[in-house]
């Protein structure tokens, strides 16, 4: 068994309306690389987002008085502060620099996935992640599909910081055509034991790897190619990576 991820050449600064499609088939034969059933893109969030117009200028937001007392508690500007709140469904945890919150996506993340970094752009513009990552997965994989005649997997990945352990780590936040998750659950262990709670977190073991060879400081190579992906591509979304409130027991 073998997994082979090719970080992408030639990718460009994306810009809104940008074809992400075309892009990424000129850097694939930039590659040298013919694309096979099963293969599987990666994509940096960022390109994403810039591509669907996800910017926005902090000059044009009007905090409102709950992203005022909020920014005072955390000592962040209060107009992101502002764009925290509209992109959230709930602030879980806040204090000096930091606020963590349930995303309106479903998942928990810092600041809701807003990012200052590599924004080409005059002003103080800030990055939101997409409307919608598992739609925008699709329509990245139907036009691939479509030029390649291959069936192909697209994920759209961020960097999350987790609870209970330092740095941040490439997770799946958005997908379609391979699974989030897959079920070992009934399957014997080498000694025969069966498997009763294992439940693998594919997409995201693949994010992380992926983000291996993405730069993530200078965000020079923001798609990758991978092959060998070593579980059966089929239909997946972020919901089934999203932990059940009525399980969760840290909320």
Same mark, same amino acid.
């Given at each position: *068994?073998?997994?082979?991820?090719?970080?992408?050449?030639?990718?460009?600064? &994306?810009?809104?309306?940008?074809?992400?499609?075309?892009?990424?088939?000129?850097?694939?034969?930039? $590659?040298?690389?013919?694309? /096979?059933?099963?293969?599987?893109?990666?994509? =940096?969030?960022?390109?994403?987002?810039?591509?669907?117009?996800?910017?926005?200028?902090?000059?044009?937001?009007?905090?409102?008085?709950?992203?005022?007392?909020?920014? =005072?508690?955390?000592?962040?500007? $209060?107009?992101?502060?502002? /764009?925290?709140?509209?992109?959230?469904?709930?602030v879980l945890r806040s204090r000096p620099g930091s606020i963590i919150v349930?995303?309106?996506?479903?998942?928990?993340?810092?600041?809701?996935?807003?990012?200052?970094?590599? &924004?080409?752009?005059?002003?103080? !513009?800030?990055?939101?992640?997409?409307?919608?990552?598992?739609?925008?997965?699709?329509?990245?994989?139907?036009?691939?599909?479509? $030029?390649?005649?291959?069936?192909?997997?697209?994920? &759209?990945?961020?960097?999350?910081?987790?609870? !209970?352990?330092?740095?941040?780590?490439?997770? #799946? &936040? @958005?997908?379609?055509?391979?699974?989030?998750?897959?079920?070992?659950?009934?399957?014997?262990?080498?000694?025969?034991?069966?498997?009763?709670?294992?439940?693998?977190? =594919? #997409?995201?073991?693949?994010?992380?790897?992926?983000?291996?060879? *993405?730069?993530?400081? $200078?965000?020079g190579t923001p798609v990758v190619h991978v092959r060998g992906f070593p579980?059966?591509?089929?239909? @997946?979304?972020?919901?089934?990576?999203?932990?059940?409130?009525?399980?969760? *027991?840290?909320?």
């Open positions: *068994m073998s997994l082979t991820i090719t970080s992408l050449p030639g990718i460009p600064i &994306i810009k809104p309306g940008d074809d992400l499609v075309a892009i990424i088939l000129t850097s694939l034969r930039q $590659a040298d690389i013919s694309l /096979l059933d099963g293969d599987i893109l990666v994509l =940096a969030q960022k390109i994403v987002s810039k591509a669907e117009g996800r910017l926005l200028d902090l000059a044009q937001v009007t905090p409102s008085e709950a992203a005022r007392q909020l920014a =005072a508690a955390t000592e962040k500007d $209060a107009r992101l502060v502002e /764009l925290i709140l509209r992109e959230s469904c709930q349930e995303h309106r996506l479903g998942f928990v993340s810092a600041s809701a996935g807003i990012d200052h970094s590599n &924004i080409q752009a005059e002003g103080e !513009w800030v990055l939101l992640l997409p409307e919608n990552p598992d739609a925008s997965a699709r329509k990245v994989r139907a036009g691939l599909e479509k $030029a390649s005649g291959k069936r192909l997997g697209v994920m &759209i990945i961020d960097s999350h910081g987790r609870a !209970w352990r330092l740095g941040t780590v490439g997770v #799946a &936040i @958005g997908l379609d055509g391979m699974p989030g998750l897959v079920d070992l659950r009934g399957q014997p262990d080498l000694f025969g034991y069966t498997l009763r709670i294992t439940l693998i977190g =594919a #997409a995201d073991e693949l994010a992380a790897g992926a983000s291996l060879v *993405m730069d993530q400081a $200078a965000e579980y059966p591509l089929g239909n @997946g979304s972020l919901q089934e990576l999203l932990r059940p409130k009525e399980s969760d *027991m840290f909320r």
